[in-house]
């Protein structure tokens, strides 16, 4: 596999390829280099075969091999982005991880030398595809793509990830939406234990990392149960699944709270699907190291564009004659070169182009923000930045 | 305005700003270098505001103000490209000439350092827009868009083609399809050179160079009775309008070659809307400099790529395990990074990153074609390269 060039170096730095055995020799994958006094915050490095990425992390998605609308080379050299995203589910139906894996694997397939994680496809499942029938042993469902049907069972979506070749691959688990049942919540996380037990007794790939995913719905006891079984199992990383699917911000908050103190110190914490600058800062101030959301580079391809005072819609007729850069303060290559004007022209007139600037500097702010965190970390100034942060930004 | 960077180094030279008056001094903007002993093929040096273009030339096109699905920085750093042409009549219905004017120019409100065409609108309007009417004095159409009327007159496309700023610009001309009756042909030649006459009075921009547009169909004497009289107004270039409209290519052949001798040696030759790389040799053949063509970025989008031997269509079944590169002798970054199978899978799962990359590749080769012509040229070896050429690749 491919080595980093020095463009990582503030997002990550370089690692050899190492294999299990040897980060299991090094102790552990994460190291915990701070933690802030005021809060839960963390500053962290987690180590992956192919980069050392600094925690707190925000992750992009490539759903389906790709960042919608970036290169590898602009998402490497101009944007820093040590780690991001591909789905499983996605890459399982198409192209097939038997394609991926002939290629030499995901790295080498879509030329991304970084870091990357897949998700087991358990979210999809629950969510894009059309179910047909979800027991103990698994899932079967309908493609999104062509109706064919499908089993995923923990041992098969443990199978796809290690043919995809990720350096962070997840158990599959059971996501329910908000709100439900106590009975539907009891359930999931009854299931997803199981599942994680089947997941850790099938693994066994050198370079890679197993996550697992705590469910429990909006129920703090479910949430602390689940996450004692997780840490029971033993895993590299511990996810916080089935949040940011609806339910209020106050209660999110509330439930990465009680269930952070149950999750191992020593190992990286990452919440599912957040988000929102405002959510990762909270979510930061409760523990949470990782992160990952489409929406950066969703609302990018929408004209929804990320700015220090809050979201701008780029298609508005006040921005037609206005010649300014989106933010004047922002270094990325789009705002470096482009006018709010033209970028609503690219919009209007329907430009591919549009999708690619507005997502550059949408990435540009989180990989940004994320650096920032980090600073003032290390600083020992995070009280200080959120609270600055949040009272200029504002959520839309 | 900006100047360039060594990045042109291959394409073109840099050059001062220079304004009309400096290029009357250097006697023309235009220098003659080498002359083919076996056919009419010239090696030339266009010089513009922004750039110094080595001739034969291959413009890309990027219509509303961007080459599709292409950022400046690649167009210009990875591909070298020194000029594309963009269309003045879909930037005058949208954003609209006084906001591009108002942005500082074209050049910098899409922020491109390289030299620029504009076209006046002609074929635009005898093609796309609903046209309303026709007389000496201009032509009334109905926007694709929204339908809203408006005129075209020769003194309004030189207007508008003044404030966007072009280092060249168009005269207004009126296209005939194919086939079309002698006396529409006749038609056509009378108006176009009356709208000439207008475009020269009017025309008063001192950084700026105006084309003329020749027609008369696919009619020998037409042609020459139309070149004859745009080299009696005298224009800084001579366009060949009005072919590749549907004619065979051999008809199209023999007007290129009844014309040319009645244009000036002196002045670049721009044969427009051509080419396929077989085209374009036949033409520099033929003694044309200069060369424009929707079809490299279009079919890019569409998935069908340049190769030395011909087109291939990316998404066809048998490329889906195929992991080596498209052109394994191709330096373009698609072929440096990406394989078959993953460009066929970024197409088949309808991601924007695969007309970027298409894009990347055939704008690549374009570039490269040009530059083995030039080269072939200054070796005196252009037969022998033409043929070679023309051997190995089959047009499709």
Redesign the interface.
């Known amino acids: 596999m491919l080595c980093l060039s020095g463009s990582f170096s503030q997002g990550a730095v370089l690692a050899e390829e190492k294999t299990r055995e040897d980060w299991k020799k090094l102790g552990n994958n994460f190291e915990l280099l701070k933690k802030d006094r005021t809060s839960r915050a963390r500053l962290g490095r987690l180590a992956t075969p192919h980069v050392v990425i600094e925690t707190p992390v925000f992750m992009p998605v490539g759903t389906?091999?790709?960042v919608?609308?970036?290169?590898?080379?602009r998402l490497r050299e101009q944007l820093r982005v040590p780690i991001f995203l591909c789905n499983s589910y996605?890459l399982h139906l198409?192209?097939g991880e038997e394609?991926v894996q002939?290629?030499?694997g995901l790295h080498r397939?879509?030329?991304w030398d970084g870091a990357l994680l897949t998700d087991s496809g358990g979210f999809q499942v629950f969510s894009l595809a059309q179910l047909v029938k979800v027991d103990d042993k698994g899932v079967q469902f309908r493609s999104h793509l062509d109706g064919s049907v499908h089993n995923l069972t923990p041992k098969e979506a443990i199978r796809i990830q290690n043919s995809l070749g990720a350096d962070i691959i997840m158990i599959l688990d059971q996501c329910v939406g908000f709100p439900a049942s106590i009975f539907e919540q009891q359930e999931a996380v009854r299931r997803t234990v199981i599942w994680a037990k089947e997941s850790k007794e099938v693994f066994d790939s050198p370079s890679q990392q197993l996550f697992a995913i705590v469910q429990g719905g909006m129920e703090e006891e479910l949430r602390i149960n689940c996450a004692r079984e997780m840490v029971r199992i033993g895993f590299d990383g511990y996810a916080l699944g089935g949040l940011s699917v609806g339910e209020p911000k106050p209660l999110m908050y509330r439930i990465i709270e009680a269930t952070e103190p149950f999750l191992p110190v020593d190992k990286p914490r990452y919440l599912m699907g957040v988000g929102s600058p405002e959510s990762i800062i909270e979510a930061v101030k409760r523990g949470v190291d990782m992160f990952d959301c489409v929406l950066p580079t969703r609302n990018a391809r929408n004209g929804s564009l990320l700015t220090r005072r809050g979201k701008i819609n780029i298609d508005r007729k006040q921005f037609?004659?206005d010649?300014r850069p989106l933010d004047p303060d922002c270094r990325c290559?789009t705002c470096q070169?482009?006018?709010r004007?033209?970028l609503?022209?690219?919009f209007?007139?329907g430009?591919?182009?549009a999708?690619?600037?507005a997502t550059i500097h949408n990435l540009f702010f989180m990989v940004e923000l994320m650096e920032n965190i980090r600073q003032a970390l290390r600083e020992e100034v995070f009280e200080q930045f959120s609270q600055e942060f949040l009272s200029g930004y504002q959520e839309g």
């Open positions: 389906q091999g790709t919608k609308a970036l290169a590898p080379d996605h198409r192209p394609v002939a290629a030499g397939f879509i030329s037609s004659q010649f290559y070169n482009f006018s004007a033209y609503r022209h690219l209007k007139a430009e591919i182009l999708a690619e600037l």
